[in-house]
């Protein structure tokens, strides 16, 4: 009646929720900041060259995403396949790149409980690297098993698929969001 299916439904009031999750972090962040007699500089403290390159492999990720959607919308499975591959191989990238930026900071042993700073870090940093690792399941679910729906039922396949697509575009937003306010500020 609406126009709206139970996967797009279902996917905007969990993106709603994760908006109030990320909301308080960020809030929490800014009392936090606010507060303090003095607070670090991100760009001081961070590698903002990794998180540049990790931003821009977000960006694009989130680009190959559309297409994705977009060939099935098209009727050209093979080149969905192609820009889903390549969404879940940036998303991987994205987590390897981050993996090097941790493992320089505990490799001089800067870890959360360092500052208030490094656990603000370590905390939203990782929150977002998981929601990364849950883009990279279901978007490689849609790559390999959970494409057969595509034989029997595209046009809720590509539903499914657009709904995958909206959570990879909160992923990427929230991690917009957090590369000024951790890295430049």
């Known amino acids: ?6 996967s797009k439904l279902g ?3 969990f993106l709603a929720s994760e908006v109030m999750l990320f909301g308080a972090l960020f809030s929490t962040y800014i ?13 001081s403290l961070l590698n ?7 931003t821009m492999i977000l960006i694009t990720s989130s680009v190959t995403m559309v297409m994705a959607w977009a060939s099935l919308m098209m009727n050209r499975f093979g080149r969905y396949r192609l ?11 994205f987590l390897v790149v981050k993996g090097f930026e941790y493992g320089m900071k505990l490799e001089h042993h800067i870890t959360p409980a360092t ?19 849950g ?14 729906l595509w034989k029997t039922n595209p046009k809720q396949f590509t539903g499914r698929v657009e709904a995958a697509g909206l ?16 890295y430049l500020l």
């Not at 060259?49 to 990790?54: E, G, I, Q, S, Y």
């Not at 959570?167 to 951790?182: A, E, K, R, S």
């Open 83 to 93: 820009y889903m591959g390549l969404t879940v191989l940036l998303a991987l990238g």
């Open 11 to 13: 996917i905007w009031l």
């Open 135 to 148: 883009g990279i399941l279901v978007n490689g679910y849609f790559l390999f098993p959970g494409s057969r």
């Open 115 to 133: 500052s208030t700073f490094y656990a603000i870090y370590f905390t939203m940093t990782g929150l977002h690297g998981l929601h990364v690792l």
């Open 31 to 43: 009392l936090l900041r606010t507060g303090a007699e003095s607070w670090p500089h991100g760009s």
């Open 167 to 182: 959570y990879w575009h909160f992923v990427d937003l929230v991690w917009i969001f957090l590369f000024p306010v951790l």
């Open 48 to 54: 903002v060259p990794l998180a540049t390159l990790n």
């Open 1 to 6: 009646m609406t126009g709206m299916t139970n």
